[in-house]
């Protein structure tokens, strides 16, 4: 703190990320008339998941509008409200239903600055949970990032604590472009933090060094970083000593951050829940290539889903990086 | 079904009034300026043709036939309200003020050509079959949000109806009661896929039945029935009373796009007895009194220079700009996007 500010004392709450996700719509909301909320179950029920309860008795039903069961509707008409100067955040119930509105996404709400040279833009933000791990039925479970973030024109971002869900998410409304925010439904009530009651925001593009270390980088998002920060703990009693960087924005990413830490330790592990094809780790792995190939001492470790769809709950947990992959990557870049 | 969507035709094919009672809503006014948007398109889009078999614009989706659809839908509107075309709409956003230079440019693979002129609210062509029905219906949404009257239009093909986007826009658009029309444009075939094969209903109004969004069906090709009917929707819409589908029956006199070969699913006599709809409009002008050949031939005479003008400025315009293709994806270039750039344009430059 500066000298020449005045001390003010931050209030704080302790509260959950998807507390957080609801108290940063109401901040937004209360600040900017201009931004709605839709989506399918958003108003009266509050979200399948309470994530906008009780917006709708503070906001009406006019800014926090449960719509018809729709993706491709929310989307498309989340497209002509933005360009006509609202500011919508959009909510697909679980990311596995947002493949209706992918072609909304990709062939417009991506692209429209661009085919316009910015006469027309889309400063939306579309909400999907998403990951496994939560015993859901089938297709409520996938991590779709790639999708999303090989798509030229949208930003990525995915929150894995309280603090970040409510910075990013008010970040999210406030960027001119279309942002996708992911929310980990694993991390949704699974611990607290104490989350400013005001205003603030997390800069999107911008990851965030979780735990410091010497010996090997684990680079990671979402759902996966409290696991990753325990994995980490336990390395740690085992003499290794982990960095855990959390990109929290998958697009723009945080090279610079990756490029530092990597150039320290020398060694890397990137860890994801999505397939392992075309996931987002191979991205990371190239970023390093570009960036510190000549510091490392090992080659890069990936622990992430298989390349299968995300199993029936009975097996999901076989799917998902476990404490002994995550361990068993980090010994092998530590005795490569 | 068809029997509850009769055609509404105010003209028939030899411009005689069908419907005596619009007489008085036609003056000269309304007459010249319909000939001339219509003369007008029909003439940019055989230049487009023409330009496209020389090789001086790319693959090219030509309109001829729909003019009186187009302009009949376009000039019903206002300076404030939203157009969202599709890819064979021009003549419709130029009526609507369209800038004819960028119209050519867009042709010719420029993103200059999707950029309207400033304050005019027309939306880069869909290429994407039916999703802009939804850009419209938010859009008009947020006109209604506003407080305004203004009003979208979505223009689409019969092939579109097909598309689940077809039925979103239009369900959305009826729970929401935005100020929207959905324009038909049902020109018989999409590409090669009959009406017929399209979907087993009739018409195209029928469909609006089921989201209580008032319907009609009017004869596409006689301008007075598609602007009297486009009247009475846009004012519907403008008075809060929501949506209407407009089911305007036409017929794709050519190709689908340059690239395209019509003999090789349309048989030849199809479309042999439609009359042309600047022709039956000719007809009308003589029929009514209307017609004065010194208005024509001067019309004749503006209309070709605007277009050579217009050609003249899209093969002279400054070179495409390569770090447009970076500079317009995000409102401010994201670092891994800057670095591309910066590589590529430095290989260019020969570093």
């Not at chain 1, 989506?39 to 800014?63: P, S, W, Y």
Request: glycine share 8%; aromatic share 10%.
């Amino acid at each position: 703190m500066t000298s020449n500010m005045t001390e003010t004392k931050i209030v704080t709450k302790d509260i959950t990320l998807i507390q957080a996700i609801n108290d940063g719509m109401k901040t937004v909301l209360e600040r900017d008339e201009t931004t709605l909320i839709l989506g399918e179950d958003v108003g009266k029920n509050g979200g399948v998941f309470r994530a906008t309860d009780g917006l709708q008795e503070i906001f009406g039903d006019d800014r926090v509008i449960d719509t018809p069961l729709s993706e491709s509707g929310i989307i498309g008409t989340s497209i002509g409200l933005a360009v006509n100067g609202m500011k919508p955040i959009a909510e697909i119930q679980f990311m596995g239903f947002i493949y209706p509105a992918y072609d909304q996404i990709m062939t417009h709400a991506s692209r429209i600055r661009m085919r316009t040279m910015g006469r027309f833009s889309v400063p939306m933000v579309i909400r999907a949970p998403y990951g496994a791990g939560v015993r859901a039925p089938e297709i409520h479970s996938d991590s779709a990032e790639s999708l999303f973030t090989h798509m030229p024109g949208i930003k990525v971002v995915c929150p894995a604590t309280p603090y970040d869900a409510k910075g990013l998410l008010i970040a999210a409304v406030e960027d001119p472009d279309p942002v996708l925010y992911m929310e980990p439904m694993h991390s949704y009530r699974s611990f607290r933090e104490e989350v400013p009651t005001d205003y603030y925001t997390i800069e999107i593009g911008k990851g965030k060094r979780r735990i410091e270390g010497e010996d090997v980088t684990l680079i990671t998002w979402g759902a996966m970083v409290p696991l990753v920060e325990k994995v980490a703990k336990q390395a740690k009693e085992n003499g290794i000593s982990c960095e855990v960087i959390d990109l929290r924005t998958l697009y723009p990413i945080d090279e610079g951050l990756i490029a530092e830490s990597v150039k320290k330790t020398g060694r890397a592990v990137v860890i994801h829940e999505a397939p392992r094809t075309g996931g987002l780790g191979n991205d990371i792995v190239s970023i390093i290539n570009d960036t510190s190939f000549l510091y490392l001492k090992a080659p890069i470790e990936r622990v992430t889903g298989f390349d299968v769809p995300v199993p029936f709950s009975s097996l999901e947990n076989h799917y998902l990086p476990t404490p002994e992959r995550i361990l068993k990557g980090i010994e092998k870049v530590i005795n490569f | 079904m068809v029997e509850s969507f009769p055609m509404k035709k105010v003209i028939d094919d030899q411009g005689n009034l069908v419907m005596a009672s619009e007489r008085e809503l036609i003056d000269q006014d309304l007459v010249q300026t319909a000939y001339y948007h219509m003369y007008r398109i029909r003439t940019f889009d055989k230049k487009a043709k023409s330009l496209q078999r020389q090789g001086r614009i790319g693959t090219y989706p030509p309109f001829e036939g729909q003019e009186a659809a187009q302009v009949g839908s376009a000039l019903a509107l206002g300076e404030e309200d939203w157009l969202f075309p599709t890819y064979r709409d021009h003549g419709a956003m130029l009526t609507f003020g369209a800038n004819m230079t960028r119209t050519f440019l867009y042709w010719n693979g420029r993103l200059e050509g999707c950029v309207p002129p400033d304050g005019k609210r027309i939306f880069p062509a869909a290429v994407p079959i039916a999703t802009q029905l939804l850009h419209a219906t938010g859009a008009s949404w947020a006109e209604k949000r506003k407080g305004t009257k203004n009003i979208a239009i979505a223009y689409f093909g019969d092939g579109a109806t097909s598309e689940g986007d077809f039925h979103e826009g239009l369900n959305f658009a009826s729970v929401f009661q935005t100020p929207t029309i959905f324009f038909n444009q049902n020109n018989g075939y999409a590409i090669s896929v009959p009406f017929e094969r399209q979907m087993n209903s009739k018409t195209i109004a029928q469909k609006g039945i089921a989201y209580e969004i008032p319907s009609v069906r009017v004869d596409g090709n006689d301008f007075f029935a598609v602007y009297f009917e486009m009247q009475k929707a846009v004012n519907r819409a403008r008075n809060g009373e929501g949506p209407t589908l407009i089911e305007a029956v036409t017929w794709r006199t050519g190709a689908h796009t340059t690239a395209d070969d019509p003999t090789k699913y349309r048989p030849k006599e199809l479309g042999q007895d439609i009359v042309d709809p600047i022709v039956r409009f000719e007809r009308f002008m003589k029929n009514e009194g209307f017609w004065d050949e010194d208005f024509a031939a001067n019309i004749h005479q503006e209309v070709e220079k605007e277009i050579e003008a217009a050609v003249k400025e899209m093969e002279s315009y400054p070179k495409a700009n390569v770090e447009d293709i970076f500079d317009h994806v995000f409102a401010e270039l994201p670092n891994q996007l800057a670095n591309q750039k910066d590589t590529y344009l430095q290989l260019l430059r020969g570093k």
